[in-house]
């Protein structure tokens, strides 16, 4: 079993609707967890921590349920700039990526 | 825009040919790491280095060398390289390998096409 596993989709949506995605991870003592946006022939860039509380950033929001082990990411109103693969990163002592969930928004 | 910076961008090599790749951090980090992306493929983590020492190889070929001379610098060294190889390949730094808090900032790669 991989240590952070992701639904690679892809997903597909209209421009205006919420999506989510789940990120699964095996490590119990994993201590802190992000979501990275990477688009097409690009690097990974950081979008958002993802704090135990939950954490919103504008359309963005995180969530982390430690009991099921796994985080989310809810997009709302999505836009066609949201099209990318969206990266799950949790760190145990170190960072494991997973392999990515791609997005894309249509009009 | 990252700190993390890459030369050259774009790179196309014969099989018999030896270059390296360079990678540079203005961030003051003490970890630094080489990823291998094949096209619409997940990111493969080649190595890590943590305060200039080597602290992962990921069963990567004897073709790729890094070198770390300093906290700042990171290089991929290439030779007798295969068509397979061809992938972009992106260097990212970190406050320190084993943060638990670590945020990893990503450099913009460089496209590497093996003939």
């Known amino acids: 079993r991989k240590e952070v596993e992701q639904d690679p989709g892809p997903f597909n949506v209209p421009e205006g609707a919420t999506v989510a995605f789940n990120c699964t991870y095996s490590?119990?003592?994993?201590?802190?967890f992000f979501w990275y946006r990477q688009d097409c022939r690009k690097e990974p860039k950081l979008l958002m921590s993802?704090?135990?509380s939950g954490n919103e950033d504008g359309r963005f929001t995180a969530q982390l349920n430690r009991a099921s082990q796994y985080i989310s990411l809810l997009i709302r109103d999505s836009k066609l700039s949201d099209s990318a693969t969206y990266l799950c990163?949790?760190?145990?002592?170190?960072?494991?990526f997973g392999d990515g969930t791609t997005l894309t928004v249509k009009p | 825009e990252t700190g993390v910076t890459q030369t050259p961008r774009h790179l196309v090599m014969g099989m018999t040919n030896k270059k390296s790749l360079k990678c540079e951090q203005h961030?003051?980090?003490?970890?630094m790491y080489w990823y291998k992306q094949s096209a619409k493929k997940p990111l493969e983590l080649m190595f890590v280095?943590?305060?200039?020492?080597?602290?992962e190889n990921n069963s990567v070929p004897s073709r790729f060398s890094p070198e770390c001379p300093n906290s700042s610098h990171l290089f991929l060294h290439l030779h007798t390289l295969q068509p397979e190889d061809s992938a972009l390949y992106l260097c990212?730094?970190?406050?320190?390998?084993?943060?638990?808090?670590?945020?990893?900032?990503f450099g913009p790669g460089t496209r590497l096409t093996v003939l």
């Open positions: 990212a730094s970190s406050q320190e390998e084993t943060g638990n808090t670590d945020t990893q900032y």
């Open positions: 490590n119990s003592a994993s201590q802190s």
């Open positions: 993802v704090y135990s």
């Open positions: 990163v949790v760190n145990a002592g170190k960072s494991t």
């Open positions: 961030l003051g980090h003490n970890a």
């Open positions: 280095y943590n305060f200039k020492e080597q602290t």
